[in-house]
């Protein structure tokens, strides 16, 4: 290989081919969180199946026509349960990442617009809490508080909202020098109202996007949670119960039950990654797209 | 290289080590108030299902002896001056003191974590600079496919698929433990054949973020004018790639290792669970099922600990690496 071919002209057209490549990712990334979305939402209620129907005669049949994912130990179709299991995980994770995006906002906001030693010590508690690992924290909460739908959803929260919190902070202290600011802060605005009237709204589009990505973290947090055996009660398939379910099938040989709720968790993460770095690139174009996980 | 500045690098070794102290102490202590906040109840678990015989008199002598009578302010104080003269309490979970649970577990923890990390860079690194080299084409782009795919991917998934296919179905090595159940002794062959796949799986999952990095640092030092220069000398590709491009986009990349402590802590909590890995990993996890709160306790603290250093490590190398940087700044 020449010097040539290898420096300069690799950059170049890969320069050009990333437009198109970007709005093939987008397009890709938009048609699988619509399709998931639209499973999770329209299947339940239209599809006259039973995911907790039991059939022993058709156990741990292998993917076919009449069961696409196959069946569990129980004869219970896959797919199905899939995709309720994503509607539950999805569930937890909007939750989760709903309630840390509010703790997050909150807490940086304040930090940013107070500045001073407020600022100081409220970024030392986040820096304190971020050097527990986020999924042990996660355990000891369940833990302590026994699994069930809201410890799960608490331990989640409470272990995301640090970056959040970070970001937000980050942000209204670049906003607080802004000329919009001083003149509101000089036409007499209190410093409430430069909070949630001028800073907050500034703010938002970034936290929404914390958010987003946040949501695929929640769901991973909340499967693994389910799966050790601490996250939500087993009667409640969740894409994390779903492989654990499926392990001891596994260990019997069937890779089946084990292998689509995996899939289940990882084709959404990767789809709302390719959305989420979409949309950073249009609220802030300098900064090179690349997918977020 | 020149002389290292031992002097600098201790005094910012000393800065740090004073604040690991408060965040410690925070953190034992929020873990003393999330347990005082929760419902669980030590007595209950201390009786056992004895507690439901047992008249309130004999449950109250057993709080006051227990100490749960007494805010968890003042437990909190109690834990921590045992646990500095080397007392963490009794294990329920495992029937043995905490500390040795500990002492007993941690050296194959680091075995695993150990291993799992120098392979995760090594390969890491190799497909990071085989992407860099064309960025946009065709290896690049199934190098970073695969990166993001790994990274979406559950650590105990894989771990789960690399059971399913290297244990169970070509049968070539263990699907768990430290050694085959059969044998008696812990042989240096047993536990490198078992040591294997859990190294594996915890490797893939610290891969992704490592290649990505690897990837944007010697691209990035692939069109810088040192680069530009060698290949205008004549100088081969393979020096310009592995000579200037990696050495200098890969030291950065080194120096953030010991910030990855939490996300390894993170894999091994799942493929030591996975594996039954006799570490403390799996041994949190099973302190969880069992509401072992002596056992969490410590490990929690511990797991901070680690990240502390992990960070302390991290901004050392990156002062040693980094000319520019100084350490009086940080």
């Known amino acids: 290989m020449t010097c040539e071919s290898a420096a300069e002209p690799a950059w170049r057209s890969y320069g050009v081919r990333r437009r198109s490549t970007t709005a093939v990712r987008l397009r890709v ?23 907790q129907t039991v059939d022993l005669g058709s156990k741990l ?20 349960r899939c995709v309720y299991g994503l509607r539950i995980s999805l569930l937890v994770g909007v ?22 030693w407020v600022d100081q010590g409220v970024m030392r508690v986040v820096d304190t809490i971020a050097s527990v690992p986020h999924l042990l924290l996660g355990i000891f909460i369940v833990a302590m508080f026994r699994p069930g739908v809201w410890p799960v959803v608490v331990s989640v929260a409470l272990t995301h909202w640090l970056s959040t919190a970070r970001i937000v902070r980050a ?19 209190s ?7 001028h800073l907050l709204p500034a703010v938002l589009p970034r936290a929404a996007l914390a958010a987003v990505l946040m949501v695929p973290h929640a769901m991973w947090h909340e499967s693994a949670l389910s799966f050790l055996g601490l996250g939500l009660p087993t009667h409640m398939a969740s894409l994390g119960n779903l492989v654990q379910g499926g392990r001891s099938s596994l260990l019997a040989g069937q890779w089946w039950p084990t292998l689509f709720p995996g899939l289940f968790i990882i084709v959404p993460t990767l789809a709302v990654a390719g959305l989420a770095g979409a949309w950073r690139e249009r609220i802030d174009p300098r900064r090179r797209s690349e997918l977020m996980l | 290289m020149n002389r290292l500045p031992w002097a600098a690098m201790a005094r910012l070794a000393g800065r740090r080590l004073l604040f690991f102290v408060p965040v410690l102490l925070i953190v034992t202590f929020g873990v003393f108030a999330i347990a005082a906040a929760s419902p669980f109840d030590p007595v209950k678990a201390y009786a056992g299902t004895a507690a439901f015989g047992s008249d309130a008199r004999t449950l109250e002598r057993l709080r006051e002896n227990l100490g749960v009578d007494q805010p968890f302010t003042s437990r909190w104080w109690h834990w921590l001056t045992a646990a500095l003269g080397g007392d963490l309490g009794q294990s329920s979970v495992m029937r043995q003191p905490v500390a040795q649970v500990i002492g007993e577990r941690l050296v194959w923890s680091s075995l695993l974590c150990g291993a799992a990390f120098v392979v995760a860079v090594l390969t890491g690194t190799v497909l990071g600079v085989l992407a860099a080299r064309r960025p946009g084409s065709a290896l690049d782009r199934a190098v970073t496919s695969l990166t993001y795919s790994l990274e979406a991917a559950p650590v105990f998934w894989l771990a789960l698929l690399a059971v399913w296919l290297f244990a169970l179905r070509s049968g070539v090595l263990p699907a768990g433990g430290l050694t085959d159940t059969a044998s008696e002794q812990v042989t240096f062959s047993q536990v490198a054949g078992h040591l294997v796949l859990p190294t594996g799986v915890l490797a893939v999952s610290q891969l992704p973020w490592f290649t990505l990095y690897v990837r944007q640092g010697v691209g990035d030092a692939l069109a810088e004018d040192p680069v530009r220069g060698a290949r205008a000398r004549g100088v081969s590709e393979r020096t310009v790639l592995l ?37 403390i990993a799996a041994a949190t996890v099973e302190a969880a099922a069992a509401v072992d709160f002596p056992l969490l306790a410590a490990l929690t603290t511990l797991a901070t600990a680690a990240v502390l250093v992990g960070n302390l490590l991290a901004d050392l190398l990156y002062g040693l690496f980094d000319p520019r940087v100084e350490f009086r700044d940080m």
């Open chain 1, 29 to 51: 990334s938009a048609a699988l969180v619509a399709v998931t979305v639209l499973a999770v939402l329209l299947v339940p209620p239209l599809v006259r199946l039973d995911q």
């Open chain 1, 61 to 80: 049949l292998p993917p076919g026509w009449a069961h696409p994912f196959g069946t569990d130990d129980l004869g219970r179709d896959l797919l199905l």
């Open chain 1, 95 to 116: 939750a989760a990442a709903l309630v840390a995006t509010v703790i997050g906002t909150a807490v940086g906001a304040t930090a940013g617009a107070l500045g001073g």
């Open chain 1, 171 to 189: 942000e209204v202290l670049s906003l607080r020098s802004r000329p919009y600011i001083d003149a509101a802060v000089s036409g007499g605005a």
């Open chain 1, 191 to 197: 410093r409430w109202r430069v909070a949630v009237r």
């Open chain 2, 243 to 279: 000579g200037h491009a990696l050495r200098s986009g890969l030291l950065p990349v080194l120096t953030l290792v010991g910030s990855r402590v939490p996300e390894l802590i993170t894999g091994a909590l799942l493929v030591e669970s996975v594996f039954s890995w006799p570490g």
